[in-house]
């Protein structure tokens, strides 16, 4: 069944889906009355039955409330380098399915990419639903949030809201894994900031440090900026699920 997130649902009451999720209810997947659907709200999971199709709306009846388990024991925040918009729509795409629940850009010296601020609004709305589908298409019961850009300095501070804060760096000593760090360590959320493509400066590696990053190896190998928070989701999920 086809998976989609809703604003609030209440029970014992019908539920009204519209705009992108209405044409996708009935012009891609052709459902009709009688079709069945999930819906979630980040909080309530349910199977709904399509009641009525209007020119505008799909209209539901919950039909039955769900016990689902799919996000991952620990919040993970993927902080990255701005870089550019396919790389970061592959990205967001990656790792919204493998469980991530933020995904902040952060402007960077070596960024070779920005947000201009006059298609910001348009940018994050579509950055936003990159990342809502592969909620989707993965079976998730939260959404990954893409935050607006911000810059290192106040990435910095912001930090400090984080149980555990890692940076992946290249240099890193390679015994130094993100597996090692994670088996050490009990925590509710976590923040790993991955360079762009121009990578992590010295000044800002400093920074980092005295805020409290631990620097992580990726392993002997180089990873793209893109790649990266694939392989780190990857292992956080190898990790921490049971």
Excluded: W
């Excluded at 519209?18 to 199977?47: E, P």
């Excluded at 990419?113 to 079976?139: G, P, T, V």
């Excluded at 240099?171 to 991955?194: A, G």
Aim: a negative charge; hydrophobic letters at 35%.
């Amino acid at each position: 069944m086809q998976r989609y997130f809703v604003e609030k649902i209440i029970e014992n009451q019908n539920i009204t889906i519209s705009n992108d999720d209405y044409y996708h209810i009935t012009k891609v997947m052709r459902m009709k009355q009688g079709d069945n659907v999930y819906l979630c709200d980040g909080n309530i999971s349910v199977v709904a039955t399509i009641t009525d199709i209007t020119k505008n709306e799909v209209v539901l009846e919950i039909k039955e409330k769900l016990n689902e388990k799919k996000e991952l024991p620990v919040s993970v925040t993927i902080a990255h380098g701005i870089i550019r918009k396919e790389k970061m729509e592959e990205t967001i795409e990656k790792v919204s399915a493998l469980g991530a629940s933020l995904y902040q850009p952060v402007e960077m010296e070596r960024c070779n990419a920005k947000f201009h601020d006059d298609k910001l609004d348009k940018k994050m709305i579509r950055l936003n639903k990159i990342a809502k589908e592969a909620c989707e298409q993965s079976h998730r019961t939260a959404l990954l949030n893409v935050s607006n850009p911000i810059s290192f300095k106040n990435f910095l501070k912001e930090s400090s809201k984080y149980d555990l804060l890692l940076v992946a760096y290249e240099n890193t000593n390679p015994e130094e894994t993100l597996k090692k760090v994670l088996q050490n360590n009990k925590y509710n959320s976590i923040c790993i900031l991955i360079g762009p493509e121009g990578g992590i400066s010295e000044k800002e590696l400093a920074l980092l440090e005295e805020t409290g990053f631990i620097k992580v190896s990726l392993g002997t190998r180089i990873l793209r900026t893109e790649l990266a928070p694939v392989y780190i989701m990857s292992v956080i999920g190898y990790e921490l699920e049971a």
